[in-house]
Structure formats: C-alpha cells, structure tokens
C-alpha cells in the first residue's frame, strides 16, 4: 500500500496539515494542502501541489498530473469485455516534468514553502475546474428501488468522484502503474451564492363531489436558502369551507436524486419528517386555522437509510446530505452527473373516503459561505488577477521563508476518521 502522511506547519499561532502520499515504489510522492476545493459560484478553488521526483529513476521519462471527475456506477474490477462501468465528466493533464514553459505561473504559498523544504526535486502542477464541472455526489441506492437503469446500478454505489493522479510515463496517454503513480481522492463541493430567491409559497384549493364549498390551503417557508443543520420552518393556514374535516397534517423533506446517465432515474428519500394533530381537527365551516411546523433534515438522522445522496464519496463524519445542485444557464446536465434537488411536502389528511390534499414547497440546501474569503494570490502571468485559497495559511506580517522552518513531516499509515472505516477505494 502506498505509504501515506501529513505535512504538518506548526507556530506559535496555528498548526495546518497538508496531506502527502508516495507511490509503491517511493519514487514519486504528491504533497496537496486539501482534499476538499470549493465552488463559491463566481469561482472554484484551484488544484495547486507539488511532486517530488526521483530523476535516477526517472531517465528519459516524464511526470504527469491528471485530474478527472468520473460518474462511477460499477465497480472498476467488474469490466465486462473491456467496458468500464464508468462515465467521464471532465479531465485534463498536465506535465510536471520536466517543466513546460507553457504551464508556467506563479507559485501559490503552498507550493513555496513545500518546494524550499523539499528542494530541487520537487515540482509544481496546477488545475482550474470549470465552472460547469459537477459537484461530489454519493448515491447509495436502496434494493426496493427501480428504474431505468441496470442491476449494477441498482446493486453497487454509484456517484460522482473526484481523482487527482501523478503519474510516470513517457507520453500523457500512456497507462499509469500502480508500482509509479500516485491517486488521491478529492471532493468538489459547493458553497452557497449571496443570490436572493423568492420565498417558496404554494396555494390549493379543493372542491368535492356531493359537497359544497371548497377547502382551501397555503403554505410557505420562512426563506429558500437553508444550511445544513439549520431548522426549517414551514408556515401553513386553512380556511376549510367544505364539508370534510381536516383530521392530521404530515409533513416531510423529500431529497430527489435525478441521474442522468444512459436513461434518466430518479431517487426519492425522505430525510426529515412529522405528523401532527395538535389543534386538529379543523372542523367544516371553521377558518383561519394558522400554525408554524419545524423540521431538520440532517445526516445524523439518516445514517443507517439506503438511497441517500451525500456529499462527497463515503458516509464520513466530516460529510452530510448532498446539496442542492446548482445548475447555471447553458450547461449541459448531462455533465452533471447527479441532480440534486429538494423539496418539502405538505399532506393534509382529510376525513374517510375524501383524497389527501398535497402542496410541495422546492428549496435549496447548501454549505454557507466562509465569513473570511481565501486571499488573493499575486497577478498572473498573463495579467489577469485570479482568486487562490492559501492553503496553508501564514500569519500576518511573516514571510513564508520564515515559517518555513518550523514544517514538519508526520507519515502514518491513513487517514482515519473517527467511526469511519478505511475502504480500499479511498486514496
């Protein structure tokens, strides 16, 4: 197994990690500050890291770097006549040696500080992920669950990862090997726009046959845009001029799982729910029933439930529900993977022999965004200004070189979260 470890930068103010994994033959070793890189909607966190290289070993050869977000379905030992039960979504690869005066930038922090303690071995690589690039999804589909797609899907895991490998070969098309490549997982998530949204509303009303008058029904949510954790509020009001009873209302937070792949299938599960019959029934002729209901979907609460769409590749401590997918004009959803949406659905249980009376209210779920945006990096080559996250953060009024002293390097054996099992498909 490839050995993995940290980088730690330790002072007197903070201590940071940078994660640091060698190939099986210890000849390459990649060194990242993050394995998770976010889209704050105007712009997405950049790949930036450094490999060190053994030239010895290497002779004629070249270092690659690849990044590629795939739609797994299937696992990879399970080819069938050479056929992958996999769909990429996006790729590229760069050379890191020898160095391309094409690819040439300025050095983020990170990979200054790492290249002055590693020394002239060590090289730098660089991506920028489209804005159109899918986020991290997991999907664990449930076994009483079907559709239009194949048994492996509905019998494996499926979703949308993330992979950066380094690699050694003499041309960027020629197949890595375990013995002289390195992988990493890493998550693409998103961070919520500061974008206003109309609070969702949805109004019914409701005649019967052989009954006169109409039952009418509104709900609302106090706001469209809520964070994980946060509680939702769900305002509703009946005006019941028919001659059925309202006896309960059940309310529910339904995630829908659109994949798009071969054929489009859709997941539904439900992550947070009630019933109530307080103040209930509303009885025929009586209006201006009004009440606040509270629901809280979280994975805490889902943990244990199949068909559930997380955030990132394993059900970790560190993760939690999917958010809600972000799907910008003029992109193509197909190259998305997996559509996340959510919604919440109010059912009004009426009296025997009368049909339930159902509004559903679409909102957004997501990450909020960070209070302290990530500094600017220095102007490009090319003159434009582009926005970089620091991954190791320095403090202020020290110079990198200053710092730099105080790194240290920590191997162990693998990442290990707590009440999360290791699994061999985890870099």
């Given at each position: 197994?490839?050995?993995?470890?940290?980088?730690?930068?330790?002072?007197?103010?903070?201590?940071t990690r940078v994660f640091k994994k060698a190939s099986p033959n210890g000849?390459?070793?990649?060194?990242?500050?993050?394995?998770?890189?976010?889209?704050?909607?105007?712009?997405?966190?950049?790949?930036?890291?450094?490999?060190?290289?053994?030239?010895?070993?290497?002779?004629?050869r070249k270092v690659y770097a690849n990044i590629l977000a795939a739609f797994r379905y299937g696992r990879e030992d399970l080819d069938v006549l050479g056929l992958t039960f996999r769909k990429d979504l996006f790729g590229t690869t760069v050379q890191v040696y020898p160095p391309v005066s094409e690819n040439e930038r300025p050095l983020t922090q990170l990979q200054t500080r790492l290249m002055k303690k590693l020394g002239s071995n060590a090289y730098p690589f660089y991506f920028e992920i489209p804005q159109d690039a899918p986020s991290s999804v997991t999907l664990q589909p449930a076994p009483e669950e079907t559709g239009k797609v194949t048994h492996v899907l509905?019998?494996?895991?499926?979703?949308?990862?993330?992979?950066?490998?380094?690699?050694?070969?003499?041309?960027?098309?020629e197949k890595a090997h375990k013995r002289n490549s390195v992988r990493l997982a890493i998550r693409k998530l998103t961070y919520a726009a500061d974008e206003s949204a109309p609070q969702p509303r949805a109004e019914v009303s409701k005649d019967f046959v052989m009954s006169s008058g109409k039952l009418r029904a509104e709900a609302s949510?106090?706001?469209?845009?809520?964070?994980?954790?946060?509680?939702?509020?769900?305002?509703?009001?009946?005006?019941?001029?028919?001659?059925?009873?309202?006896?309960?209302?059940?309310?529910?937070?339904?995630?829908?799982?659109?994949?798009?792949?071969?054929?489009?299938?859709?997941?539904?599960?439900?992550v947070a729910e009630m019933e109530s019959e307080d103040r209930m029934p509303v009885m025929p002729s009586q209006n201006g029933f009004c009440k606040v209901y509270t629901l809280c979907p979280t994975l805490d609460n889902n943990r244990d439930k199949r068909g559930l769409a997380l955030d990132g590749k394993l059900k970790h401590e560190d993760t939690n529900l999917a958010s809600s997918t972000i799907v910008r004009d003029n992109v193509n959803r197909e190259g998305l993977g997996i559509v996340i949406q959510y919604r919440v659905k109010v059912r009004?249980?009426?009296?025997?022999?009368?049909?339930?009376?159902?509004?559903?209210?679409?909102?957004?779920?997501?990450?909020?965004?960070?209070?302290?945006?990530?500094?600017?990096?220095?102007?490009?080559?090319?003159?434009?200004?582009?926005?970089?996250?620091?991954?190791?953060?320095?403090?202020?009024?020290?110079?990198?070189?200053?710092?730099?002293?105080?790194?240290?390097?920590?191997?162990?054996?693998?990442?290990?979260?707590?009440?999360?099992?290791?699994?061999?498909?985890?870099?």
């Amino acid at each position: 197994m490839a050995a993995e470890g940290e980088l730690a930068a330790t002072s007197s103010l903070s201590t940071t990690r940078v994660f640091k994994k060698a190939s099986p033959n210890g000849k390459i070793t990649t060194y990242l500050g993050r394995r998770d890189f976010i889209d704050y909607g105007s712009n997405i966190d950049p790949v930036d890291g450094v490999v060190l290289i053994d030239p010895e070993y290497l002779k004629d050869r070249k270092v690659y770097a690849n990044i590629l977000a795939a739609f797994r379905y299937g696992r990879e030992d399970l080819d069938v006549l050479g056929l992958t039960f996999r769909k990429d979504l996006f790729g590229t690869t760069v050379q890191v040696y020898p160095p391309v005066s094409e690819n040439e930038r300025p050095l983020t922090q990170l990979q200054t500080r790492l290249m002055k303690k590693l020394g002239s071995n060590a090289y730098p690589f660089y991506f920028e992920i489209p804005q159109d690039a899918p986020s991290s999804v997991t999907l664990q589909p449930a076994p009483e669950e079907t559709g239009k797609v194949t048994h492996v899907l509905l019998s494996k895991p499926c979703g949308v990862d993330y992979e950066l490998k380094t690699y050694v070969g003499d041309t960027d098309q020629e197949k890595a090997h375990k013995r002289n490549s390195v992988r990493l997982a890493i998550r693409k998530l998103t961070y919520a726009a500061d974008e206003s949204a109309p609070q969702p509303r949805a109004e019914v009303s409701k005649d019967f046959v052989m009954s006169s008058g109409k039952l009418r029904a509104e709900a609302s949510l106090d706001k469209e845009k809520y964070y994980h954790g946060e509680n939702i509020s769900v305002n509703l009001t009946i005006d019941n001029n028919s001659g059925k009873k309202v006896r309960k209302v059940h309310i529910s937070v339904i995630q829908v799982s659109d994949i798009i792949l071969f054929n489009k299938a859709s997941y539904k599960c439900v992550v947070a729910e009630m019933e109530s019959e307080d103040r209930m029934p509303v009885m025929p002729s009586q209006n201006g029933f009004c009440k606040v209901y509270t629901l809280c979907p979280t994975l805490d609460n889902n943990r244990d439930k199949r068909g559930l769409a997380l955030d990132g590749k394993l059900k970790h401590e560190d993760t939690n529900l999917a958010s809600s997918t972000i799907v910008r004009d003029n992109v193509n959803r197909e190259g998305l993977g997996i559509v996340i949406q959510y919604r919440v659905k109010v059912r009004l249980i009426l009296s025997i022999g009368a049909s339930d009376v159902v509004l559903e209210l679409p909102f957004t779920l997501t990450h909020p965004k960070p209070e302290t945006p990530p500094p600017s990096r220095p102007v490009s080559v090319g003159g434009d200004a582009t926005l970089d996250t620091n991954l190791i953060q320095l403090e202020e009024g020290n110079d990198p070189a200053f710092v730099d002293d105080d790194i240290i390097f920590e191997d162990f054996a693998r990442l290990r979260l707590k009440g999360a099992e290791t699994e061999e498909a985890d870099a």
